[in-house]
């Protein structure tokens, strides 16, 4: 049986430079690797992080907002449009009755 290929085998110097190329394919390939399983490490550590300065930043929103926010700083302004919109109102029934 003869080769499908009509090309002379190599020789001991092709053989070892084929050799020394296919070594540093996958020396290249294995770097590529361990790449990959540290950035993947280090995206799971920094979702890990993530989440947890985003739960850190709600719950600094909700003292803020619960801190600027009080029943008592919406007392004064309830009163006030309290005040205002029924002294509005009384004055609106005397222009009434006043132009009827």
Known sequence: MSPSNSQPPPNDDQWETRLQ???QALIDLRRRYYQIQR???QKEELKAKL???QSELETLDYNL???LV???D??????LAVRFGGLG????WL???WAG
């Open 21 to 23: 190329e296919l070594e």
């Open 39 to 41: 950035d993947r490490t």
């Open 51 to 53: 989440q947890r300065l």
């Open 65 to 67: 907002e619960s801190r």
């Open 70 to 72: 009080s029943w008592k």
């Open 74 to 79: 919406l007392l004064e302004p309830f009163w």
């Open 89 to 92: 109102i009384i004055l609106g």
């Open 95 to 97: 222009l009434k009755s």
